[in-house]
């Protein structure tokens, strides 16, 4: 059993910032990726952001030098800090996690969590 749970979205003004966090927990061997993606009303979910266990990173073209990820492998947690939020930032994050058990590896997803930019 496998537990991904984020938290820290909400409604922030334009200009703002945000910092979302991703904790796994659970029956975990290793975790390969950990990434963010977001999901708007009306469009297909993208890729955000992914860090691998060794720390190379990809951003998505719309979110470089305002978002920043980071990992923190033994609290097996991925944090997003989003800078500079825009209205076009508004949408459902979700977090990905590649995690290897007992049974082999697999991919888990948390909830989601909503962040608004809005005046």
């Known amino acids: 059993q496998v537990n991904v749970v984020e938290s820290g979205g909400g409604l922030v003004q334009p200009g703002g910032s945000l910092r979302l966090s991703c904790a796994a927990s659970?029956?975990?061997?290793?975790?390969?990726?950990m990434g963010w993606y977001r999901q708007a009303p009306g469009k297909q979910r993208e890729l955000v952001a992914r860090?691998?266990?060794?720390?190379?990173?990809n951003y998505a073209d719309s979110v470089k030098g305002r978002f920043t990820i980071s990992r923190d492998n033994a609290k097996n947690t991925v944090y997003l800090q989003m800078n500079s939020l825009k209205p076009e930032d508004t949408a459902v994050y979700s977090c990905?996690?590649?995690?290897?058990?007992?049974?082999?590896?697999?991919?888990?997803w948390g909830q989601g969590t909503q962040v608004t930019v809005s005046s």
């Open positions: 659970g029956s975990i061997l290793f975790i390969y990726t």
């Open positions: 860090i691998t266990s060794n720390g190379n990173i």
């Open positions: 990905n996690a590649n995690i290897v058990q007992n049974g082999g590896r697999s991919d888990y």
